[in-house]
């Protein structure tokens, strides 16, 4: 039996430098298999997982001999942290390997939203010029408003005061006499004082009983009709069939997804988007880039030597 089952995918760099010093399982396939997994955890020493695989307690009491769990990536929410706490298995994320690449994604969706213009292609290969119609907007004097203030988020407001953006945010977790507010933030301290004031908001919390449906119904309508949204964090922290009816309306000017409650997205849960105008949707990707992907995977695969090279007393 393997030493080290990793069930989501990893850049090969990474993989190599683990199978040329353990026995290694590779299967980025045992995602969509979760009933395969506990039987092949008997002897595992380390176990690597992405967003998708849950690791539970049942999964964690199948491997007795579990030294660590690697996450290829941030968010925690598909582990259960207080059952491997409890078994004395540290859960590693790949803290900082992917903020540039986050932080991109939501600059770019802020220009692709904001201007309006960038699925005319077929329009326009067909001979048809609506020019007038996609007149869009800049993003130089608009404000960006962060839900959430760490890591990631001030990346993103370091992007976004290049191309001439305010940045605003709102995060009760970072005290206001913080430093990091000394970086040219405007620092609210309500979420609707936020959500009423920005031209953009891009959500950048974890998914907590908190933060789930953080942005609902009442949310939305303190947001501005002409303002975007962008959620890049995680899925279950908008209502999404609230969101939808808003764009429908004409209550919001555009939103783009990385996440969603349910993922991956089914045809039955993305139903509820038919229709919806300005709308930008990807699977989860904000994060993975060629180069974030192996900055991620590298960071995993020398917390899981270093875990697994560690004498035990």
């Given at each position: 039996?393997?030493?080290?089952?990793?069930?989501?995918?990893?850049?090969?760099?990474?993989?190599?430098?683990?199978?040329?010093?353990?026995?290694?399982?590779?299967?980025?396939?045992?995602?969509?298999?979760?009933?395969?997994?506990?039987?092949?955890?008997?002897?595992?020493?380390?176990?690597?997982?992405?967003?998708?695989?849950?690791?539970?307690?049942?999964?964690?009491?199948?491997?007795?001999?579990?030294?660590?769990?690697?996450r290829?990536?941030?968010?925690?929410?598909?582990?259960?942290?207080?059952a491997?706490?409890?078994?004395?298995?540290?859960?590693?994320?790949?803290?900082?390997?992917?903020?540039?690449?986050?932080?991109?994604?939501?600059?770019?969706?802020?220009?692709?939203?904001?201007?309006?213009?960038?699925?005319?292609?077929?329009?326009?290969?067909?001979?048809?010029?609506?020019?007038?119609r996609?007149?869009?907007?800049?993003?130089?004097?608009?404000?960006?408003?962060l839900?959430?203030?760490?890591?990631?988020?001030?990346?993103?407001?370091?992007?976004?005061?290049?191309?001439?953006?305010?940045?605003?945010?709102?995060?009760?977790?970072?005290p206001?006499?913080?430093?990091v507010?000394?970086?040219?933030?405007v620092?609210?301290?309500?979420?609707?004082?936020?959500?009423?004031?920005?031209?953009?908001?891009?959500?950048?919390?974890?998914?907590?009983?908190?933060?789930?449906?953080?942005?609902n119904?009442?949310?939305?309508?303190?947001?501005?009709?002409?303002?975007?949204?962008?959620n890049a964090?995680?899925?279950?922290?908008?209502?999404?069939?609230?969101?939808?009816?808003?764009?429908?309306?004409r209550?919001?000017?555009?939103?783009?997804?990385?996440?969603?409650?349910?993922?991956p997205?089914?045809?039955?849960?993305?139903?509820?988007?038919?229709?919806?105008?300005?709308?930008?949707?990807?699977?989860?990707?904000?994060?993975?880039?060629d180069?974030?992907?192996?900055?991620?995977?590298a960071v995993?695969?020398?917390?899981?030597?270093?875990?697994?090279?560690?004498?035990?007393?």
């Amino acid at each position: 039996m393997p030493d080290i089952v990793i069930t989501e995918f990893m850049d090969a760099s990474s993989v190599e430098r683990l199978t040329s010093r353990f026995d290694t399982l590779y299967d980025p396939g045992l995602v969509d298999r979760p009933e395969a997994i506990p039987a092949l955890l008997t002897d595992a020493r380390a176990l690597v997982v992405r967003n998708r695989t849950r690791v539970t307690d049942a999964v964690l009491a199948a491997a007795p001999g579990l030294r660590i769990v690697g996450r290829l990536g941030v968010g925690l929410d598909n582990i259960d942290v207080a059952a491997a706490r409890n078994r004395g298995v540290p859960v590693v994320p790949a803290t900082g390997a992917n903020d540039d690449s986050v932080a991109e994604y939501v600059i770019a969706m802020t220009l692709h939203l904001l201007r309006g213009a960038y699925t005319a292609s077929a329009e326009v290969a067909a001979g048809k010029w609506p020019r007038t119609r996609l007149i869009g907007r800049e993003v130089s004097g608009k404000t960006l408003g962060l839900v959430g203030f760490g890591a990631i988020a001030r990346k993103t407001a370091v992007l976004a005061r290049a191309l001439g953006m305010t940045v605003a945010a709102f995060d009760p977790y970072v005290p206001a006499d913080d430093s990091v507010w000394q970086s040219g933030a405007v620092r609210h301290s309500t979420i609707d004082g936020l959500l009423g004031a920005s031209d953009v908001v891009s959500l950048h919390v974890p998914l907590t009983d908190g933060t789930h449906h953080l942005i609902n119904a009442a949310a939305l309508a303190a947001m501005r009709s002409d303002a975007v949204l962008i959620n890049a964090a995680r899925g279950g922290a908008v209502d999404e069939p609230a969101l939808a009816n808003a764009l429908k309306e004409r209550r919001l000017a555009g939103a783009a997804l990385d996440v969603f409650e349910v993922e991956p997205l089914t045809a039955a849960a993305g139903a509820v988007f038919d229709g919806c105008p300005n709308l930008v949707l990807t699977p989860h990707i904000a994060g993975v880039t060629d180069e974030s992907n192996s900055r991620v995977g590298a960071v995993i695969a020398d917390a899981v030597l270093a875990a697994l090279q560690e004498k035990r007393t």
